[in-house]
C-alpha cells in the first residue's frame, strides 16, 4: 500500500485567445500525445489581454497509464533529464515546461502550425487514493498516507533517471 505510481500526465498548452491559433494548438497536442484534446474557457474576463469570461483559450490532454509513462519520458527528455526541486509541491506533484514541442524527440517540425509552448504536469499517488474521488462517502486521506515532497523526488529520481537541481 506504500507503492507510489504515476496516476495521470496532463499536457497543457495556453494560447490565450480563440480562433484559428487554437485549433492549430489541438491539432499540434493531438499528434504528439495520439489522444483526442479537449478545450478550456477563460473564468474571468481580463481587459488588457482582450479576453472574456467563458472564451475557449487553451487545450489540455490527460494520458493515464503507459502512455502517460511514455509520453512522460519523452518530455524529460526535451528537459535533459532534469527538474527543479521547486517544480514538486507537498502533495507529491511536479510541472515543469518545453518552450517548444519540436523539443520533444520523435516530433517533426510543421511550419503550418507553428510552434507552441506547452506545461507537463505529473499526479503521483499511492494505492487507497480513491476514497478521496469516490461518489459515495468520499473521504480524506490519512496524513501518514500522503506523498511528500521527498518521497515524489525519490520516485521520480530512481524511476525516470532524472537529476534534481536545487533551485
Partial sequence: MRTIKLAKVTVHINVGKSGDELERARKVLGEITGQKTCTK????TVK???ITEGEPIACLVTLRGEKATAFLKRGLEAVSNSLKRSSFDENGNFAFGIKEHIEIPGTKYVPELGIFGMDVIGTLE???YRIKRRRIRPSAIGKSHRITKDDAVKFVTKK???QIKEA
Fill in 41 to 44: 474557457q477563460a473564468k474571468q
Fill in 48 to 50: 488588457e489581454w482582450n
Fill in 160 to 162: 525516470f533517471a532524472v
Fill in 126 to 128: 499511492r494505492p487507497g
